[in-house]
């Protein structure tokens, strides 16, 4: 769940379609809010990029070494998976 704060940064709880991101809460309404993507996998969405994601679909964290650890080991639990 993500709630905006100056420097939070989520990372998505399920592999998207785009492949892993990292991204920076821009602003927030109750249900969603709105993340300007700042990594990603796959070259073909790299760019300046914003997008809207439900919260639940989002882990949020306070900086964005905490984002990538945690990216880090769900990408490694993804992989390991049939």
């Not at 769940?1 to 602003?27: D, H, K």
């Not at 990594?39 to 882990?59: D, F, H, I, R």
Request: charged share 20%; proline share 7%.
């Amino acid at each position: 769940m993500c709630e905006y704060l100056e420097e939070t940064f989520v990372v998505p709880n399920e592999l998207p379609a785009m492949g892993w991101w990292l991204g920076q809460v821009l602003s927030e309404s109750e249900f969603s809010c709105l993340v300007s993507i700042v990594w990603t996998q796959l070259p073909e969405y790299k760019g300046p990029m914003a997008v809207s994601l439900m919260k639940e679909s989002v882990t949020s964290f306070n900086n964005p070494k905490a984002a990538m650890k945690h990216l880090r080991k769900e990408r490694a639990v993804w992989q390991q998976q049939p």
